[in-house]
């Protein structure tokens, strides 16, 4: 029989894992501060320590760290209330096995635990064959594929369209990421190896735009003081991506017809049509079909552009995402700023379920970035949150607030669902990980 050291102040929680694990065969001991789990490792021989992260006065990570420099043959998991990609690396950083997350899944702590004890036995048939180093994972791409329905549809329709040279027009809220969706298209085509230009139309005065597309020559207006390469040209064999296309001018929505239509472009100042080989990604946050109506975009550049159309959904569509996005933007903060925040408080994380980015992605990548300048500790608190977010959450607060009605209304949503938690979640708007928080405040199983 395995014999296992849980380390767990949360008196509760402690006794309710000690029970679970011994229905399941395991001999267990309890520590509840990092000082007694230290003295009976040091009396004792575990086949497995399973600790938490956050201890009074003392850092699960720190111990977990600790006692592989001791006891390097005792495999170590780490258990945390605040599931994220960077407490995992972190900790297997450092050394432990693996870790789970609270409130704990009771299938997946069976085979997190089952897993570490295999470890060593697997390792002995090994030794003799020693593995190759692993390599640090490196980002090529900020797009992060979720586990919502828009998320997937999202990365359907990217591996899709992606091999074709198929002209494709991203419709979606400010901030939800066009750009991105665009990258990862061109990253998972034929043209990956050339060159991806991104050009934010409205940022262009149409005076200038001809000179910006397709190049000048010395002298062929005033300030032209040196011959230059336009965009299409700079994307030759690779992908153009035009960031809110509805913005330009209708002389330059003529102008673009003209390159996309006939695959050439005339610099300003030349006689000489240059060839070009591009891809054309467009992207807007408004309805063009509208504009087309109204007469303001031109209705052939509409559907030369819009061969395959893509929806870029914002955050309040992809709520199951949050977290997964906000881990992603924490790791990307960490880098960035120096700095080694190991996740949110739950606080925090509620807050965010409830607040409604109206900014999407972009607002949430600026919040944890100034969030993660502004802590001190090992986690993102309240404290760190700019005031809009609490503006937002006092004035929902009525709506859902932490009342007999939630309660209810958890159950109802389980009962429906035949206590299908996933299913439940959904038709509350909340993702599972908040579903199991709640189910804890309210002692419902």
Known sequence: MSKILLVEDDVSFCKMLENFLIRKDYSVETAFTAEEAKNKVKKDNFDLIITDLRLPNYDGIQLMSEFKKEFPQIPVILMTGY????????AIKNGASDYISKPFNPEEVLLVVSNALQKETIEEVIKEKPLPKPRKAVQTSEFITGISPASKKLAEYIQLVSPTNMSVLIIGESGTGKEVIAKSIHQNSIRKNNNFIAVDCGAIPKELAASEFFGHLKGSFTGAINDKVGYFEAANGGTIFLDEIGNLSYENQIQLLRALQERKIKPVGSNKEI???????????EDLREAVKKGDFREDLYHRINEFSIHSPSLRERNEDLMIFADFFLEKANEQLNKDIIGFSSEVMTIFQNYKWPGNLRELQNIIKRATLLSQGNFIEKGVLPSELFQQETADESQFSLSDNEK????????????????????????RKTLYNKLKLYNLD
């Open 408 to 431: 209810d209304a958890i159950i109802n949503a389980l009962a429906k669902t035949q206590n299908n938690k996933s299913e439940a979640a959904k038709l509350l708007q909340i993702n």
């Open 83 to 90: 599931s994220d990609v960077n407490t995992a690396v972190k």
């Open 275 to 285: 060839e070009v080989d591009i891809r054309i990604i467009t992207a807007t946050n």
